[in-house]
């Protein structure tokens, strides 16, 4: 129901339906409680300290290499499983693939020491093992997201455990280019901005400074969070896919601090990983060991990975059988929305048997 007003020619009509859903719906989306994350089963396979490995039955298996996914250490991984109709998770397992998650958990301060060596040679090989072991499968596909990719790309490199595929989406390869201010960059690399200190006075980087670090990066999209529920309060649709993200987006978790120092100093700063000169534990992590057929996702609209921090990987790799693509959204969005469920299936459902 739309009224007209006396100034018409300048004011436009106000469709009073329009704006009391909207700011119903405003209102529920800020007070009511929490959505539900996390909805497809699963069940515990294996865990260590505040790791767990988790395995997402297939509904009807149709693929005999199942999917282990490696998400980033910034953020929870519930964003691969967060809402029904739209979750990665369950449309691959509907697709018929046995699923892998390792959830890195929370450290606290006790988790200090922890570094990236420790992640990947004492939680990341030994879960691959488990999966392997409980899967019955001879062979694996690892599939890395955001900086999940970076650590599943290490990971590749020094690995043993037999893996067929890799699949990266949004992911630092190259960590030259940079996303956030150029005077982050260059304090850090010059060494004017040392987190070293900061890191040993707190032991793990607080969650609300990873919060704060991704603001500053993303802004001035980060601060349009609220502006967007207003202007589109009115689609409970919307509504509850924004509600979901908001919750994801607030829900940081602390970083190690020995593993930030790492990825500050090794990765950041001195660009260890594409120039081959990474070190986990006595084993350097040179992409040429990389054979497995490689897959690597980059999206057009992403705003913290740029692509040409992504595609270096292509030509560093061994594999002979490896795809670039690009796809037309975000950072976050290629989760969000499902896609990235479709465009895993199109590229591994033929290597997966």
């Not at 020491?113 to 420790?118: A, H, Q, S, W």
């Not at 924004?242 to 829900?251: G, Q, V």
């Amino acid at each position: 129901m739309a009224t007209e007003t006396p100034l018409k020619e300048f004011i436009p009509e106000l469709d009073y339906e329009k704006e009391m859903k909207r700011w119903t719906h405003l209102f529920k989306a800020l007070n009511d409680p929490e959505p539900w994350v996390g909805h497809s089963p699963r069940n515990e396979v294996w865990q260590k300290n505040k790791s767990i490995l988790w395995y997402y039955p297939a509904k009807q298996k149709k693929y005999k290499i199942p999917l282990f996914f490696v998400y980033s250490l910034f953020n929870k991984p519930y964003i691969l499983d967060i809402a029904p109709k739209t979750s990665v998770i369950e449309g691959l397992t509907n697709m018929g693939y046995e699923v892998y998650l390792l959830d890195w958990g929370s450290p606290g301060y006790e988790d200090k020491k922890i570094g990236l060596d420790t992640y990947i040679e004492k939680y990341l090989t030994t879960a691959v093992k488990r999966a392997l072991r409980h899967s019955g499968a001879d062979e694996i596909t690892l599939v890395g997201y955001c900086l999940g990719g970076t650590i599943a790309s290490i990971y590749a490199s020094i690995a043993e455990e037999p893996i067929k595929n890799l699949i990266v989406a949004t992911v630092p390869i190259d960590f030259q280019p940079f996303m956030g201010p150029d005077k982050w960059a260059v304090g850090m690399r010059e060494g004017d901005m040392n987190i070293d200190h900061f890191i040993d006075v707190y032991g793990v980087v607080p969650p609300q400074l990873v919060d704060g670090m991704f603001r500053a990066i993303g802004a001035p999209v980060y601060f349009t969070n609220y502006t967007m529920l207003l202007s589109r309060a009115h689609d409970q649709r919307y509504v509850d896919k924004w509600r979901r993200m908001n919750k994801w987006t607030l829900d940081q978790v602390p970083f190690a601090g020995e593993a930030y120092k790492q990825l500050a100093n090794d990765l950041f700063k001195e660009n260890k990983l594409i120039k081959g000169e990474l070190m986990i534990g006595n084993k350097k992590a040179d992409l040429t060991n990389i054979k497995a057929n490689l897959f690597v996702v980059s999206g057009s609209k992403d705003n913290l990975i740029l692509e040409e921090q992504s595609k270096p990987i292509m030509e560093l790799v061994s594999s002979v059988d490896k795809t670039y693509i690009v796809v037309e959204t975000g950072h976050v969005g290629l989760a969000l929305s499902g896609l990235f469920a479709k465009i895993v299936d199109q590229w591994v459902s033929s290597r997966s048997n």
